[in-house]
């Protein structure tokens, strides 16, 4: 069988705070949406703007950080995989679907918090050190809970 590939990379900003919740386990989720943003000239050449909408949920340590640091505004670049559900609607009875993108890796870009629109035009400014991370189901090789973060990820 070939190789399949299932892979988003995204950079964009944050639609609006992200929703933090736990499981019963106690294992962080957060949800929020990303914006990305192209411009293309129309068949009579005029410039026109598209805003695309991404629904993106992060797991464990990925959560924590996304919770902590990203604010609605807020610049950054994700990697992850697409992942569709589908649902009976209890009124209506009809089947529901909905594509979120599962987040893998995460670099923190632009400013503090909510600081992420500068830099427009498609040049995106990144911090001295940017905060980036993977799920924890990346290997990692340090001592902080196998969520390969270290104290130098941390922008500040």
């Known amino acids: 069988m070939a ?8 950079i964009g900003n944050l639609g ?3 929703e933090m919740r736990y499981t019963p386990q106690g294992t962080a989720v957060a949800k929020f949406t ?18 695309e909408w991404h629904n993106l949920v992060a797991f464990a340590r990925t ?26 609607d209890k009124e209506t009875g009809q089947k529901k679907y909905r594509t979120e993108i599962m987040v893998n890796d995460l670099v923190l870009l632009g400013g ?18 940017p905060a980036r991370t993977r799920s924890a189901a ?3 090789n340090d001592d902080m809970g196998g969520t390969g973060i270290t104290d130098d990820d941390i922008p500040f």
């Open 138 to 140: 990346a290997p990692a």
């Open 34 to 51: 990303l914006a990305t943003n192209e411009r293309f000239k129309d068949k009579d050449g005029n410039w026109q703007d598209r805003t």
């Open 3 to 10: 190789k399949s590939v299932n892979k988003v990379i995204l």
């Open 16 to 18: 609006k705070d992200p």
């Open 63 to 88: 959560a924590e950080i996304v919770g902590e640091y990203l604010k609605k505004g807020r610049t950054c670049y994700i990697e992850g995989s697409l992942r569709t559900s589908s649902w009976d």
């Open 112 to 129: 503090g918090q909510g600081q992420g629109q500068g830099g427009g035009g498609g040049h995106f400014e990144e911090t001295a050190a």
